[in-house]
């Protein structure tokens, strides 16, 4: 299995993302610069966290017109996984993979800590590894993180079991509707989230919570191409 991760002017978590790999599963993985127009030898695309093109318009509003986007669309249209991670999220609800926004936090303060998750559905190529409504650490780090909807779309959202995390009851730190941490499209191929699980893949970082986000996508990737265990 092949990752790419790709890489806008202002990316800054592309180095973790690239890291996670490595650690928690072993696959290969490069970097994939904003410019690239071809993701055709990827099996999965990483879109990590930053401030892609310094977020001076509108968080993800600019990276969503890079030429490597068209390409992310046509590898999400072929059934290829595709994780967004906080910028990522941003930049996939701005490019129309995913539905909704994400708003300044409702305390308009910058949040950076650890925050407790549920797992709301296990049954994504992202999540299998967890059990449903277990909870997990994986920290936050955001100013933009207050996802929003209207009321059809959130409906639709829950209707299509697309909600993939929520914050614990009673920690939503943001104000995001529904407290959704994360959701997916209605095929469950594309994810998007705002909490960081690239950082919480070893407990010297303070948790293991996301490392399984990892071993889900290699072991779905697997069951679709009868691929062995050491592949």
Same mark, same amino acid.
């Given at each position: 299995?092949?990752?790419?991760? !790709?890489?806008?002017?202002?990316?800054?978590? =592309?180095?973790?993302?690239?890291?996670?790999?490595?650690?928690?599963?072993? $696959?290969?993985? =490069?970097?994939?610069?904003?410019?690239?127009?071809?993701?055709?030898?990827?099996?999965?695309?990483?879109?990590?966290? %930053?401030?892609?093109? @310094? =977020?001076?318009? *509108?968080?993800?509003?600019?990276?969503?017109?890079?030429?490597?986007?068209?390409?992310?669309?046509? /590898?999400?249209?072929?059934?290829?996984?595709?994780?967004?991670?906080?910028?990522?999220?941003?930049?996939? &609800?701005?490019? %129309?993979?995913?539905?909704? /926004?994400?708003? *300044?936090?409702?305390?308009?303060?910058?949040?950076?800590?650890? /925050?407790?998750?549920?797992?709301?559905?296990?049954?994504?190529?992202?999540?299998?590894?967890?059990?449903?409504?277990? !909870?997990?650490? !994986?920290?936050?780090?955001?100013?933009?993180?207050?996802?929003?909807? =209207?009321?059809?779309?959130?409906?639709?959202?829950? #209707?299509?079991?697309?909600?993939?995390?929520?914050? /614990?009851? %009673?920690?939503?730190?943001?104000?995001?509707?529904?407290?959704? #941490? @994360? !959701?997916?499209?209605?095929?469950?191929?594309?994810?998007?989230?705002?909490?960081?699980?690239? *950082?919480?893949?070893?407990?010297?970082?303070?948790?293991?919570?996301?490392?399984?986000?990892? &071993?889900?996508?290699?072991?779905?990737?697997?069951? $679709?191409?009868?691929? #062995?265990?050491?592949?």
């Amino acid at each position: 299995m092949k990752f790419a991760v !790709i890489v806008f002017p202002g990316s800054n978590c =592309d180095i973790d993302c690239y890291k996670a790999v490595e650690e928690a599963i072993g $696959q290969e993985v =490069d970097y994939v610069w904003h410019t690239a127009t071809d993701l055709s030898a990827y099996d999965a695309i990483l879109v990590p966290g %930053g401030f892609s093109y @310094g =977020d001076y318009l *509108r968080c993800g509003a600019i990276a969503r017109f890079a030429p490597v986007m068209a390409e992310v669309v046509k /590898a999400a249209e072929q059934g290829k996984y595709v994780l967004g991670i906080c910028n990522g999220f941003q930049i996939l &609800t701005e490019a %129309g993979l995913l539905p909704g /926004a994400l708003l *300044r936090n409702s305390g308009l303060k910058f949040l950076c800590h650890q /925050a407790p998750l549920e797992v709301v559905n296990n049954e994504t190529a992202f999540t299998n590894q967890y059990a449903k409504g277990e !909870i997990v650490n !994986i920290p936050i780090a955001h100013g933009e993180g207050n996802y929003f909807c =209207d009321e059809e779309t959130l409906a639709k959202l829950e #209707a299509n079991n697309q909600i993939v995390f929520r914050y /614990a009851q %009673g920690s939503n730190p943001n104000g995001s509707l529904s407290d959704i #941490a @994360g !959701i997916c499209n209605e095929r469950g191929n594309v994810v998007g989230m705002m909490p960081h699980p690239e *950082r919480a893949i070893n407990q010297l970082l303070g948790s293991e919570g996301g490392k399984r986000m990892f &071993t889900s996508i290699l072991n779905a990737w697997r069951e $679709q191409h009868g691929a #062995a265990v050491n592949s």
